[in-house]
């Protein structure tokens, strides 16, 4: 008996296109684990992409604030997904983002993002001295000092975006 018949062929299809779509979602989350492990960039491009959107509470665009501030020379921007600032800094407890300006490893800005609220926040003393807007109404920066952390990028002095609240100091990041 040959299984020619219309029914047959379409259960087929079916099943050919559901082994197919679980086998690209296995490889898929096969190439994203790899891109995680051996902390490649790809992994982290929509959140990049969505930190690159953010807006100040005035509605102004971070990156246009960015092009603004680097002075004439500016070039070009490069957000990146830093994975030795998640070690350097780890009073950031979200993702740590960092912009390279015109590709010049000592012209950079560090902040935090925290996705699901959609804010950047300063991790950094010099990121907040030039993005003072980013740091809620009413609330300080706090610097924590270089101390014994020889790592750190260019002696860049980390510092937490803090709130009185009643004598108590409440930490934003």
């Not at 062929?9 to 197919?20: E, G, I, P």
């Not at 800005?109 to 926040?121: A, E, H, N, T, V």
């Not at 807007?133 to 990028?153: A, D, H, I, M, R």
Request: aromatic share 10%; proline share 8%; net charge neutral.
């Amino acid at each position: 008996m040959n299984s020619t018949s219309p029914a047959s062929f379409k259960r087929r299809r079916t099943r050919v296109v559901l082994v197919s779509l679980v086998a690209l979602i296995v490889l898929a989350a096969a190439v994203l684990e790899l891109g995680c492990m051996f902390e490649c960039e790809y992994p982290f491009w929509p959140s990049l992409w969505l930190a690159k959107q953010t807006r100040t509470p005035d509605g102004s665009r971070v990156t246009d604030l960015i092009r603004v501030r680097s002075g004439s020379s500016y070039v070009s921007q490069y957000w990146h997904h830093c994975t030795w600032c998640d070690v350097v800094y780890p009073h950031a407890p979200h993702m740590a983002v960092k912009v390279t300006i015109n590709d010049d490893e000592n012209d950079f800005l560090l902040f935090d993002w925290q996705m699901s609220q959609r804010k950047l926040l300063p991790i950094t003393v010099h990121t907040a001295k030039l993005f003072p807007e980013l740091s809620p109404s009413g609330y300080t920066v706090k610097p924590l000092g270089v101390g014994l952390n020889p790592q750190l990028y260019h002696n860049d002095e980390p510092c937490l975006i803090v709130a009185p609240l009643g004598g108590v100091q409440v930490n934003v990041h």
